[in-house]
């Protein structure tokens, strides 16, 4: 499929407007839900109402032509973009949420979908990373701040000459050509967030970054400008990567451009970091072990397998880096140990049984656990995760609780774990399969003078 941008945005064109927005229609009745449609013709509705220029942008056109499912719509206002957005809400009885600062608004609807909308912008960089300094600005301006041609499309929605394809930059004919293209030379340096970014569309639509895209990104590199990036920012951007369909592809890529330095020089110190990372890619490609261990959340079990060999100071290091919460340092710095532990203790004998492959899995996160098959390359510890799924986890808690203990009249305390720990042990042994039977045993040992 070949666009045109609109006549008066560019000087040859081989189609007329009419045509370009017939194309450009019949792409978004064929390819959207009738919810994003309905969205889209209230926008329309009320942006011309109201009489301010109205533009789909960026992710929202590249995938509409990609034929990409995308549910997140992107709009620019030439003019104001916040009281847009509360019309907006209004309308569709949903919540807003502004920035002022940056002129920018979520507009959140009852079914949870969402709306961005943005003012259009110039941006300023007062020095390399730094946040941009917003100025009000026409749609050209704001595409040209963008990262990348093929994200600096828009779809005007409103006036005479609605749905015509704006493309300043050449993004339609780089689609085409499967190129990832900046629009200026100091892109790299301005925002090195896009260094990621360019590495993950490029792997995700299995496009190539231009050749001379790939020496900016070199430069930037070299200047160390991933370094004034903020922990947020930048963990944001590892994350976003390690949940591409084709994270493996993406780990290698930014391998290449030596990316993870920034986050640890020690990471892929260790000979075999790489393999125990393809393993767990095949693990989550597998249909069948993906039904029994269920959602574990990609990105983690990934960051978990980057800093599995990172010394505890490497580790803290990395994780300050990143800024990580609290609560994923804690639970990383737990999956890391109970990791090593389990791994020793399920590969040392020749065969374990129900009461070791239990204690094994039970202190692991879902994530840990996936980690831990991928961690060996034989399929003992596959066959023991299944069991502990399908046999152990969820299934082997207590029918007693805490209450139940002080009516039986035990005093509260540290013994209460033992008594849930000896109930658990008994029910992953088979020796007690009821309420009433725990009752028994509780009696037998622990009550008995
Ligand atoms: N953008 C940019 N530079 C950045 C981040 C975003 O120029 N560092 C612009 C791009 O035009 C991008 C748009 O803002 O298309 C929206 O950003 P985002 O939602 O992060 O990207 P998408 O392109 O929608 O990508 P995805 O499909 O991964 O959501």
Redesign the pocket.
């Known amino acids: 499929m070949k666009f045109c941008v609109a006549p008066h945005m560019k000087t040859s064109t081989t189609h007329s407007n009419t045509e370009i927005s017939r194309t450009l229609k019949s792409l978004i009745k064929n390819r959207l839900s009738k919810d994003i449609i309905r969205y889209l013709e209230s926008i329309t509705q009320l942006g011309d109402r109201l009489n301010v220029s109205i533009y789909a942008?960026?992710?929202?056109v590249?995938?509409l032509i990609l034929n990409v499912p995308?549910k997140?719509i992107?709009i620019v206002v030439e003019g104001e973009g916040i009281p847009f957005a509360v019309c907006l809400a209004e309308l569709f009885g949903g919540k807003v949420k502004s920035h002022e600062k940056f002129g920018t608004s979520v507009v959140t609807l009852s079914n949870g979908d969402r709306i961005?909308v943005a003012t259009a912008r110039t941006e300023y960089y007062k020095h390399p990373a730094a946040l941009p300094i917003v100025e009000k600005g026409s749609i050209k301006s704001d595409?040209f701040?963008?990262?990348?041609t093929v994200?600096?499309m828009a779809i005007k929605l409103t006036g005479s000459n609605a749905f015509c394809l704006i493309d300043f930059f050449d993004g339609e004919k780089d689609l085409r050509s499967r190129k990832i293209h900046v629009l200026h030379s100091l892109s790299f340096i301005d925002?090195p967030?896009?260094l990621f970014?360019a590495i993950?569309?490029e792997q995700?639509f299995g496009f190539e970054i231009g050749r001379q895209e790939q020496v900016f990104m070199r430069t930037s590199i070299k200047k160390n400008l991933v370094d004034s990036l903020s922990g947020t920012r930048l963990f944001n951007e590892i994350k976003?990567l390690l949940n591409e369909k084709k994270t493996m592809d993406c780990i290698r890529r930014m391998q290449e451009f030596d990316l993870f330095q920034f986050v640890s020089p020690e990471i892929f110190k260790g000979s075999q970091d790489l393999e125990v990372l393809e393993r767990l890619e095949s693990i989550f490609l597998s249909e069948e072990k993906r039904i029994v261990i269920g959602k574990p959340k990609v990105w983690y079990v990934y960051l978990l397998g980057l800093f599995y060999s990172l010394d505890e100071v490497a580790f803290l290091k990395a994780a300050k880096r990143l800024d990580l919460s609290n609560r994923i340092k804690k639970s990383l710095h737990e999956d890391r140990t109970h990791c090593r532990q389990s791994l020793k203790k399920l590969t040392s004998k020749n065969e374990c049984g129900p009461l070791e492959i239990y204690h094994a899995f039970a202190k692991l996160s879902v994530e840990g656990i996936v980690f831990l098959i991928a961690l060996s390359s034989t399929n003992r510890i596959n066959q023991y995760a299944n069991i502990y799924f399908t046999q152990y986890q969820g299934r082997v808690e207590p029918f007693l609780t805490g209450n139940d203990l002080l009516k039986m009249g035990m005093e509260p305390g540290p013994v209460f774990k033992f008594v849930f720990n000896a109930l658990r042990e008994a029910r992953i042994k088979g020796s007690v399969k009821s309420r009433e039977e725990e009752i028994a045993l509780v009696e037998e040992r622990f009550l008995k003078p």
Request: glycine letters at 8%; proline letters at 0%; charged letters at 50%.
């Open positions: 942008v960026g992710g929202f590249r995938d995308n997140d992107d961005d595409l701040r963008r990262d990348f994200n600096s925002d967030c896009r970014r993950r569309f995700r976003l």
